[in-house]
C-alpha cells in the first residue's frame, strides 16, 4: 500500500476519559461548564485590560496575551471531545488529528515563552526599577510576543510535518480525549526514531530553557527583595510576582505531572487525567489567580461589569 493512501484511510479513535455510557452526560455537562467558564474568564481578563488605561502596561500586555493563548488551548481541545460525546462516536479524521495536535503545541509552546516573558518583565521591575521603562519598552514587548508566536508556530509545523513521513495502516485507538503528539506518534506503524528526537528537543527548548530562564529571574528577584531592609517593603516588592508564580507552578507542576505519569504508569487513562490538568483546568484557573490577587485586576473587572450592567 502506497503512503498516500494508508494517511487517507486512517481514521483515529479517541477513547478519553471513560467509554462508560452513563457517565457521558456527566462528562459532556462537566467539560462544556470547563469550557465555558475559561472562555468568560479569559474574555472579562482581556476586555479589562483593553478598557482600563491603567492597565495598559507592559505586564498586563503579557497576561492579556496569556488570557488569548488560554482560549484557544482550551477552544483546539475541548469542543472537539463535546462534538464526539454528543454524537456518541470516538472517530477523528487524519487531518484533523494532525491539525489539532499542531495547534495544541503552538499555544502550549507559546504559553511558555509568554511565561518566561513575563518572568523577565518581573525582573526587571524589581531588580532594576530605575531603568524598567527604559528596559521593558513597548517595542521589546511586541519583539518578544512575535518572536515567541514564530518560533512556537515554526515548532508545531515541523513536528506536525514529519507526522506525514509515518506510515497508518488501520483504524488507530488513542487513549486520550485530544491528539497528543506524542500519542499520535506511538500509534505509527513506522519508524519514529526522528519523531522522538524532535520531541525531545522540542520539549527542551520550550520546556526546559524557558523554565531555566524562570528559575534565574526568581532567583535574582529573591536576592534583590532580601536586600530590601524592611519588611514592608520586601512585601510589596514580592507581591507583584505572587499570580506570576502561582501561574508557573500551576502550568509546570501539572506539565511535571503528565511526564512522571507517563512515566511511572502504564495506565492511558491516568495520563489522560494527567493531561486534562495540563491543558484544560490550567486555563480555568488563570483568569480567577489573575483577578483574585491583583487589586488593580479586581478594580478594572468591577468598572467593565459596571459598564455592561448599565449598557443591559
Known sequence: ????????????LLLGL?????LQPVMFGLFLSIYL??????LFIILAIISDSHLHTPMYFFISNLSLTD?????????????????QTLSITFAECL??????????????????????????????????????NWCLCNLLILFSLLSSTVNALLLSFTVLWLSFCKDLEIPHFFCEITQVIKAACSDTFINNIL??????????????????????????????????????????????????SLFYGTG???????????????????????????????PFIYSLRNKDMKEALKKLIGRMTFIL
Open 1 to 12: 500500500m502506497r503512503f498516500t493512501n494508508q494517511t487517507a484511510a486512517t481514521n483515529f
Open 18 to 22: 471513560s467509554n462508560a455510557p452513563e
Open 37 to 42: 467558564v475559561t472562555m468568560i474568564g479569559n
Open 71 to 87: 482560549l484557544c488551548t482550551s477552544t483546539t481541545t475541548i469542543p472537539k471531545m463535546l462534538i464526539n460525546i454528543q454524537e
Open 99 to 136: 491539525t489539532q495536535a499542531c495547534f495544541a503545541m503552538l499555544f502550549a509552546s507559546l504559553e511558555c515563552c509568554l511565561l518566561a516573558a513575563m518572568a523577565y518583565d518581573r525582573y526587571v521591575a524589581i531588580c532594576y526599577p530605575l531603568r524598567y521603562t527604559v528596559i521593558i
Open 199 to 248: 520531541i525531545y528537543i522540542a520539549g527542551l527548548t520550550f520546556g526546559g530553557i524557558t523554565f531555566a530562564g524562570i528559575i534565574f529571574s526568581y532567583t535574582e528577584i529573591v536576592s534583590s527583595v532580601l536586600k530590601i531592609p524592611s519588611l514592608q517593603g520586601r512585601y510589596k516588592a514580592f507581591s507583584t510576582c505572587g499570580s506570576h508564580l502561582s501561574v508557573v
Open 256 to 286: 511535571l505531572g503528565v511526564c512522571i505519569s507517563s512515566a511511572v504508569t502504564d495506565s492511558p487513562r491516568m495520563t489522560a487525567v494527567a493531561s486534562m490538568m495540563y491543558t484544560i483546568v490550567t486555563q480555568m484557573l488563570n
